[in-house]
């Protein structure tokens, strides 16, 4: 089994900065994709940003210029750096991983429990 911590969230005014990590740990061979996505009251869960094992990103356009994505292989961990926050983007985010099980080497996707971003004055 696969365990992804998330920590970081918090309270910050417009304009503010904040940076989530998530750190997985278990039966972990390799971790193919990193990712945060975000769910807002009555709104649909998104992805916010993703990052491969080989460093390639993708942003959706909401976040891109505001929001950096980074990884930590050796230490099976992911950053999201988030600066120039809005009220928009106050809500739930998640920590998301496609790993490959050490011994089986299965595919499996696995969610982290969530950490609240708030963004108001």
């Known amino acids: 089994q696969v365990q992804l911590v998330e920590s970081g969230g918090g309270l910050v005014q417009p304009g503010g900065s904040l940076r989530l990590s998530c750190a997985a740990s278990g039966s972990i061979f390799s971790i193919l994709v990193m990712g945060w996505y975000r769910q807002a009251p009555g709104k649909e869960r998104e992805l916010v940003a993703g990052i491969t094992s080989g460093g390639s990103t993708n942003y959706a356009d909401s976040v891109k210029g505001r929001f950096t994505i980074s990884r930590d292989n050796a230490k099976n961990t992911v950053y999201l750096q988030m600066n120039s926050l809005k009220p928009e983007d106050t809500a739930v985010y998640y920590c998301?991983?496609?790993?490959?099980?050490?011994?089986?080497?299965?595919?499996?996707?696995?969610w982290g429990q969530g950490t609240q971003v708030t963004v108001s004055s």
């Open positions: 998301n991983a496609d790993v490959l099980a050490t011994m089986t080497l299965m595919r499996g996707n696995y």
